[in-house]
């Protein structure tokens, strides 16, 4: 993972405000991404590179253990409190896991990874893509 994006809002969905007035969101740029060795999908990775600089995660890039230990801080604080929101998110959603699980090997199987997953996140995620093909919402 190259990038994590985070907005977090309180209980009716307001996010939080900035002196200026506008909201606030944001994108933890990550280091540890090598396009020599990494897999990746070539037009995810043409798409990345038109917004982001990559030569300088690098250096001013967040480290993937450093990430680790303050998210995974989060979650074991908040653990049941939090609702989770992305847009076809299951990709990030296991790095996330894999991360916070000390780079360990997800399971093989469906089930056992969505109770890895719930035993981290808990109950309340939602991913967008899927509840708008599920619900036939146009």
């Not at 990775?45 to 690098?58: A, F, Q, S, T």
């Not at 808990?122 to 509840?131: A, C, R, V």
Request: aromatic share 10%; proline share 5%; charged share 20%.
């Amino acid at each position: 993972m190259v990038q994590v994006g985070l907005a977090l809002s309180n209980e009716q969905g307001h996010l939080p405000l900035r002196p200026d007035g506008n909201h606030v969101a944001w994108q933890i740029n990550l280091r540890g991404f090598d396009e020599a060795s990494d897999l990746f999908d070539s037009e995810s990775l043409k798409m990345l590179k038109k917004k982001i600089d990559l030569d300088v995660h690098p250096r001013l890039g967040v480290s993937p253990a450093t990430f680790r230990v303050f998210f995974g801080h989060m979650l074991m604080n908040n653990h049941g409190d939090l609702t989770f929101v992305c847009f076809h998110g299951i990709t990030n959603l296991a790095f996330l896991v894999k991360s916070v699980n000390q780079d360990r090997p997800l399971p093989d199987s469906l089930k056992a990874f969505m109770h890895l997953l719930g035993g981290y996140f808990g109950t309340n995620i939602y991913d967008i893509k899927h509840l708008v093909k599920y619900n036939k919402v146009p």
